[in-house]
């Protein structure tokens, strides 16, 4: 038999994806004009305005994963809505530098943007517990607790203080402990290390002695090669081979305790976004569900293939986290994560929910994914060889 063209296989999945997106989207919309038209007879069935919306980003251009998340996202909101609502995307540091995206939507320099909540803690200390916390929720746990453990209103509130609408809108799943120029055996070897670890995370390393250096994206790379960073967090194997990272650092840390998912969020103007007809308002909502699970789907599938060529082509060194190690990140964690929870109001009710979220799925958990994945471990052969 003739072999497949894997790259007319990429083509065909991304033209099947995106089709897929166009029909949920317009489903959901058609499903808000038909709310509308009951409850207001005789209305229009839809506005004929159209919208030239601006979204900025914390990512590159054509970053996998992330920065190509955001596109899909814009291209799938202005397919949905047949261009009535066009999203144009402006990568990190064409309009505004990526941690000025917050800023640029709430001040009306543009109407979105798409990053991560915990870039937004200088501003509401809050937020950064909506990314996801050291030794937290796995990213299927962490969508259910936005969804039906009362995430996306606590959000809500978070995001209004900004002036913005939250939405959901793509997560890493679990992701790699970083990059590291020197080994690490004990906690006191975080002394003194100038590292890159936003969120929680970096706040961890602080407390043992680390310097977090809160390096853009797009400068990590330079930042390792000329000492400015002595390690380096980003994401996952698939994101961190298209960064070069295995170019700048020898060892490569895992688990990812600081984050065990990490969620993107898609932030809207608030009163841009309640100026949009409903059916747009729809749109977006289930543009960004539906990229959100595509975006996990992706990166899922992708770092298997990344990780296999960061070890085997590029001789990658694999290092685990010794369990004294984790033992003391975890300890350490729980102490900062009550520091900040008392901080303010806000703080205490992410904290709090997460938490006994947290403590009800560990049952589940143990006897669901953690004993399948052991299980899964024994031997086990199917299919041709």
Request: charged fraction near 20%; proline fraction near 5%.
């Given at each position: 038999?003739p072999t497949a063209?894997?790259?007319?296989?990429?083509?065909?999945?991304?033209?099947?994806?995106?089709?897929?997106?166009?029909?949920?989207?317009?489903?959901?919309?058609?499903?808000?004009?038909?709310?509308?038209?009951?409850?207001?007879?005789?209305?229009?069935?839809?506005?004929?305005?159209?919208?030239?919306?601006?979204?900025?980003?914390?990512?590159?251009?054509?970053?996998?994963?992330?920065?190509?998340?955001?596109?899909?996202?814009?291209?799938?909101?202005?397919?949905?809505?047949?261009?009535?609502?066009?999203?144009?995307?402006?990568?990190?540091?064409?309009?505004?530098?990526?941690?000025?995206?917050?800023?640029?939507?709430?001040?009306?320099?543009?109407?979105?943007?798409?990053?991560?909540?915990?870039?937004?803690?200088?501003?509401?200390?809050?937020?950064?517990?909506?990314?996801?916390?050291?030794?937290?929720?796995?990213?299927?746990?962490?969508?259910?607790?936005?969804?039906?453990?009362?995430?996306?209103?606590?959000?809500?509130?978070?995001?209004?203080?900004?002036?913005?609408?939250?939405f959901l809108a793509?997560?890493?799943?679990?992701?790699?402990?970083?990059?590291?120029?020197?080994?690490?055996?004990?906690?006191?070897?975080f002394k003194g290390?100038?590292?890159?670890?936003?969120?929680?995370?970096?706040?961890?390393?602080?407390?043992?002695?680390?310097?977090?250096?809160?390096?853009?994206?797009?400068?990590?790379?330079?930042?390792?090669?000329?000492?400015?960073?002595?390690?380096?967090?980003?994401?996952?194997?698939?994101?961190?081979?298209?960064?070069?990272?295995?170019?700048?650092?020898?060892?490569?840390?895992?688990?990812?305790?600081?984050?065990?998912?990490?969620?993107?969020?898609?932030?809207?103007?608030?009163?841009?976004?309640?100026?949009?007809?409903?059916?747009?308002?729809?749109?977006?909502?289930?543009?960004?569900?539906?990229?959100?699970?595509?975006?996990?789907?992706?990166?899922?599938?992708?770092?298997?293939?990344?990780?296999?060529?960061?070890?085997?082509?590029?001789?990658?060194?694999?290092?685990?986290?010794?369990?004294?190690?984790?033992?003391?990140?975890?300890?350490?964690?729980?102490?900062?994560?009550?520091?900040?929870?008392?901080?303010?109001?806000?703080?205490?009710?992410?904290?709090?929910?997460?938490?006994?979220?947290?403590?009800?799925?560990?049952?589940?958990?143990?006897?669901?994914?953690?004993?399948?994945?052991?299980?899964?471990?024994?031997?086990?052969?199917?299919?041709?060889?």
């Open positions: 038999m063209n894997p790259r007319r296989a990429n083509r065909v999945q991304a033209l099947e994806r995106r089709s897929f997106l166009k029909t949920a989207a317009a489903g959901a919309a058609a499903a808000a004009l038909a709310a509308c038209d009951e409850s207001e007879p005789g209305a229009p069935a839809a506005s004929s305005r159209r919208f030239n919306w601006r979204m900025t980003t914390c990512w590159p251009r054509n970053l996998p994963g992330l920065g190509t998340g955001a596109q899909l996202l814009a291209d799938t909101i202005t397919s949905a809505s047949g261009g009535r609502l066009a999203v144009k995307l402006y990568a990190a540091g064409e309009i505004v530098p990526a941690f000025e995206a917050m800023d640029a939507v709430v001040n009306g320099t543009v109407e979105m943007g798409h990053g991560g909540p915990q870039f937004w803690k200088g501003k509401v200390p809050a937020a950064q517990f909506l990314s996801n916390t050291p030794f937290g929720l796995t990213a299927h746990e962490q969508i259910a607790w936005y969804q039906y453990g009362g995430g996306q209103a606590i959000a809500d509130e978070i995001y209004a203080e900004l002036g913005c609408k939250f793509g997560n890493t799943g679990v992701q790699m402990g970083g990059w590291f120029n020197k080994e690490i055996h004990t906690t006191g070897d290390l100038k590292m890159r670890l936003p969120g929680i995370g970096g706040e961890v390393v602080k407390a043992l002695g680390a310097t977090v250096v809160n390096t853009d994206p797009g400068e990590i790379t330079i930042a390792l090669q000329r000492g400015a960073l002595d390690a380096a967090d980003w994401a996952g194997p698939y994101a961190d081979l298209a960064f070069g990272l295995y170019k700048s650092a020898k060892y490569y840390y895992y688990p990812g305790w600081h984050e065990p998912s990490a969620v993107l969020d898609c932030f809207v103007n608030r009163s841009r976004f309640e100026a949009l007809p409903a059916d747009l308002q729809a749109i977006i909502e289930v543009s960004c569900a539906a990229v959100d699970q595509l975006i996990l789907s992706e990166i899922t599938a992708q770092n298997n293939a990344a990780l296999n060529e960061l070890v085997t082509r590029h001789n990658v060194q694999l290092r685990q986290f010794p369990m004294e190690v984790l033992t003391g990140l975890s300890r350490t964690a729980e102490d900062v994560l009550e520091r900040l929870a008392a901080a303010d109001p806000l703080s205490r009710k992410v904290h709090d929910s997460l938490t006994a979220f947290r403590r009800e799925a560990l049952g589940w958990s143990r006897i669901s994914e953690e004993a399948y994945l052991a299980a899964r471990l024994l031997p086990f052969k199917a299919g041709p060889k």
